[in-house]
């Protein structure tokens, strides 16, 4: 177990320019969540997979934004035509529903997250 | 609108001493309670959790005090160590399951 793997760690581009992140999550997890964290702040919810199947997206994520788990395993968020405004860290996130229903909570494990500079 | 409030902003302790962080949040449909540590240039990693159904929770140094009534929840850390000096969120669980996250609060622990 290799915990959730993201990819690039850093990502330097252009204002304009269209960037694509990955996450890999813990395997067997069926829940894949991206978050969105600028300098100072926590990190805010930007959307959710179960499965392949995304089921919530925060008013965050503008049509600028996609995001996909087309199999179910690993997931992509792509940001179209960055702005300056989208530099920040973009964490995922992966979680089972088992320690939910079991009682004990459901612990969503972090990756490192990708760090974005538009300039 | 935060959901979540967090305070203070910043700590610093002495080593040895004892580290309390505050929450409150204001949406009684929150179903659990997990707080996060993040150091510089990594992800966050789960401390410790708890559901609202529990009043305190206790894993080695961590605790988390519950108060259902009053909406808010804190952590302890005992014996605080330099090597606890890190960021510290707190979070809440909505029930379509996504983290609602305090701003954070960065501890400080001077040797």
């Known amino acids: 177990d290799t915990g959730v793997s993201q990819d690039p760690r850093h990502k330097i581009t252009k204002r304009g320019q269209n960037v694509t992140f990955r996450c890999d999550p813990i395997s067997e997890h069926n829940r894949l969540y991206w978050y969105r964290q600028t300098l100072g702040q926590g990190p805010e919810f930007l959307t959710y997979?179960?499965?392949?199947?995304?089921?919530?997206k925060s008013r965050l994520l503008s049509d600028r934004f996609s995001a996909e788990r087309p199999k179910g395993s690993f997931s992509t968020l792509e940001i179209q035509r960055t702005e300056q405004g989208d530099s920040a860290m973009y964490l995922c996130a992966s979680s089972t529903e088992v320690g939910w229903l079991a009682g004990v909570g459901e612990t969503q494990y972090f990756g490192p997250g990708t760090r974005l500079l538009v300039l | 609108q935060q959901q979540v409030k967090q305070s203070p902003q910043s700590l610093i302790v002495q080593k040895g001493g004892i580290s309390i962080i505050n929450c409150a949040y204001e949406?009684?449909?929150?179903?659990?309670f997990p707080w996060y540590q993040q150091f510089p240039g990594k992800g966050p990693a789960l401390l410790i959790a708890?559901?609202?159904?529990?009043s305190e929770k206790k894993e080695g140094r961590f605790t988390i005090s519950f108060n259902k009534s009053a909406k808010q929840f804190s952590l302890h850390i005992m014996d605080s160590q330099p090597g606890d000096s890190a960021t510290y969120f707190c979070?809440?669980?909505?029930?379509?399951?996504?983290?609602?996250f305090g701003k954070g609060t960065k501890l400080s622990v001077k040797p």
């Open positions: 949406n009684t449909a929150f179903d659990y």
């Open positions: 708890i559901r609202p159904d529990v």
């Open positions: 997979f179960q499965n392949e199947a995304q089921l919530e």
């Open positions: 979070a809440a669980r909505r029930s379509q399951g996504n983290l609602i």
